[in-house]
């Protein structure tokens, strides 16, 4: 899916990234800086992807480089768009009630190809003891319905942030 500059319309298509030919004025001030690039997935047999496509578009507007797979996706196919594409951040989308079987075996999938570094966060349809559950495996917050989209930006700028600063 490519989002384009006019917001609200969505095209869909092949996976690719979702930077806008306005790019540059998208950008964060301090260009020396690497965007943070995202992958936003619907993971299982879920068709409902509005809120994905929400997020996506949040993301983008907020500076960051977004690449959002499509409906229908498996842990495996995610984890390689991941490698692909080169991404800081993987966004899951669920409202199936798969939560506790995908979480897991992408969290698994990310730690054997190499992607330990890679922030793994989710939304949809989770109950608290399963948020509580996945946090403990390694998936970093999970966002249920009725979140803002700011706190979304916020949480992984905030996370790319506290990266830098261990690294530096």
Known sequence: MKIRNDPGKVIQGK???AESDDR???RDPDKSQKRIRVLIAKAGLDGH??????????????GMEVIYTGLRQTP?????AA??????????SLLSGAHMTIFPKILTLMKE??????????????????IKAL?????????????LTTDIVS?????KDSKEAAQS
Do not use: H, N
Request: no cysteine; charged share 30%; net charge negative.
């Open 49 to 62: 992807d509005r809120g994905a496509k929400v997020v996506a578009a949040a993301l983008r507007d907020a």
């Open 135 to 147: 946090k403990e495996l390694g998936v970093g917050e999970l966002f249920t319905p009725g979140t």
């Open 83 to 92: 490698i692909q594409e080169d991404v800081d951040v993987i966004g899951i």
């Open 15 to 17: 996976a690719e990234s």
């Open 113 to 130: 190809k190499g992607l330990a570094e890679v922030l793994l966060f989710g939304g949809g349809i989770i109950p608290e003891k399963d």
């Open 155 to 159: 949480y992984v700028r905030s996370w």
């Open 76 to 80: 495996e196919m995610i984890v390689e």
């Open 24 to 26: 540059k004025t998208r």
